[in-house]
């Protein structure tokens, strides 16, 4: 695991790893003494990670943060549901 940086709000840092996840940028958070460093897997992509926490550092309220988390939740609730027999899909 590659190292792109720290963040010292958890629930902030969240959001970036949802972001990179729909860019295909697989993210893992560790916490740490300092909050938690951001984390990925695929050396190929640590150029593209570093810009886009650096992007996320200087302007971590932008509306395509949010956005990501707000898919990747909507995915997983629509996976639990699958999980337990419904056969309806929740959109936003």
Do not use: W
């Amino acid at each position: 695991m590659i190292a792109i940086g720290t963040i010292d709000n958890p629930r902030a840092a969240q959001a970036l790893v949802d972001y990179l996840q729909g860019l295909d940028i697989e993210c893992r958070l560790q916490p740490d003494e300092n909050g938690v460093t951001l984390y990925i897997s695929d050396h190929s992509q640590l150029e593209q990670a570093q810009v886009e926490f650096q992007k996320f550092v200087e302007n971590p309220y932008q509306d395509k943060y949010l956005q990501a988390s707000c898919s990747m939740a909507i995915v997983t609730l629509n996976l639990i549901m699958a999980l337990l027999g419904y056969n309806f899909l929740v959109n936003l």
